[in-house]
């Protein structure tokens, strides 16, 4: 999955968006202000732009809500490269917050 960040327009919003801190969607990001000076939550979405550039819209929207290990893979991609989390870190996340089987993790974090 793409490690490349895709620079968009950045939108900074007064809520959670669909309950998370930021969200990607292809052409911009928005993102929580409290978050605004988070770079690598801003380099995380841009990894998730890239990936959406990359698959398609449609096609990635379907897989992230049909496909766990899709789900793991950018995800994974995006923290590591984006966020620079370390695969420890990044495996408890996709376990506890993305609902991820743990096989699934092992597979595509190692
Ligand atoms: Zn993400």
Redesign the pocket.
């Given at each position: 999955m793409t490690q490349e960040r895709k620079k968009v327009p950045v939108f900074y919003v007064p809520f959670r968006p669909i309950y998370?801190r930021g969200i990607?969607c292809h052409w911009f990001i928005l993102i929580r202000s409290k978050y605004s000076g988070d770079l690598n939550l801003l380099h995380?979405?841009e990894?998730?732009c890239a990936q959406m550039r990359n698959v398609g819209l449609l096609k990635y929207l379907w897989r992230y809500y049909t496909d766990k290990r899709f789900v793991a893979e950018?995800?994974y991609a995006?923290?590591k490269y984006?966020s620079k989390y370390n695969d420890r870190r990044i495996k408890h996340i996709l376990e506890h917050n993305y609902n991820v089987p743990i096989d699934v993790i092992e597979e595509v974090v190692g």
């Open positions: 998370r990607a995380h979405e990894i998730h950018v995800e995006a923290f984006g």
